[in-house]
């Protein structure tokens, strides 16, 4: 039986994967940190719920032992998301975004990385389109994005000679919790600002609120995530990219060949409120 270890398999796209591949008849290993969480993943057929943060980096160092020795894939998707204007962010906040949505991801793999060339396995990053261009108020999250593309493409023709695919899962906003919430997250980085830039950014926020409002009721199915990960573990040819529905494919394109200074206008004024 395959097997895979899925990191953030707790909630949202994590649980969706974890479902998936474990009704495919595969050994899923996966992680989370509630304990709720841990006892609803433990109920799953095929699923073995393990514990871990994955900013510990002594828990991650440990991570190996719980594994089988052969791993067919790892699915590095654990994140987090940071968002507000780059001027209000708060420092701590900005190292936590690139700690569990990079660091900690490359952790992981460098971690599993010996029973995956074991296995001649997979690695998979979920990234975002939001890793391909970048929006007003949520520079942090995208910079993750970004690094995230940059590291996997690197680890991609790094690993070459042992024939590991290395698979970038890009979506756009996908219909879970996280894009439950994402209005009421918005309200929350709000409250957080200094009065001062909740005054300058007054227009930008609430224009954001509203764009926000728009796309959580766009969300897609977590099948769309699903079924490219399960091409990307299974297929004989993965892609090295999936980019999920043609919304995605047409924002990529318009942005490539768009001058910036009117791709900077165009997304300025879609988060403002006039």
């Not at 899925?6 to 474990?22: D, F, N, P, Q, W």
């Not at 001649?120 to 108020?137: A, C, D, E, Q």
């Not at 999936?242 to 300025?268: E, M």
């Amino acid at each position: 039986m395959p097997s895979v270890l899925v990191t953030g398999a707790g909630r949202g796209i994590g649980l969706a994967i974890t479902e998936h591949m474990s009704q495919r008849g595969w050994d899923v290993y996966a992680t989370a940190r509630s304990s709720d969480a841990l006892q609803s993943l433990g109920r799953i057929p095929n699923v073995h719920a393990i514990p871990l943060d994955i900013t510990d980096r002594a828990a991650i160092a440990a991570l190996p032992d719980l594994l089988p020795a052969e791993l067919n894939g790892v699915v590095n998707n654990a994140g987090i998301v940071v968002n507000g204007p780059v001027e209000g962010l708060a420092l701590d906040d900005l190292t936590r975004q690139f700690d569990v949505n990079v660091i900690s991801q490359i952790a992981v793999t460098q971690a599993v990385l010996p029973k995956i060339r074991a296995s001649h396995g997979r690695v998979l990053f979920i990234s975002s389109v939001s890793g391909l261009f970048t929006t007003p108020g949520t520079g942090a999250y995208n910079a993750s994005k970004y690094a995230i593309e940059s590291l996997a493409d690197a680890l991609r023709m790094e690993l070459r000679p042992w024939k590991i695919p290395v698979c970038l899962i890009e979506p756009g906003p996908i219909r879970t919790d996280l894009w439950t919430e994402v209005v009421n997250e918005h309200d929350r980085m709000a409250e957080h600002l200094s009065d001062e830039h909740r005054r300058l950014y007054a227009s930008h926020l609430a224009g954001s609120r509203k764009l926000l409002g728009r796309m959580q009721k766009l969300a897609a199915d977590p099948s769309r995530v699903t079924k490219a990960v399960d091409h990307a573990l299974t297929s004989r040819r993965p892609k090295r990219r999936y980019l999920l529905d043609f919304a995605s494919r047409a924002q990529k394109a318009v942005v490539g060949v768009t001058p910036t200074a009117i791709n900077d206008a165009v997304l300025a004024a879609a988060t403002t409120s006039k």
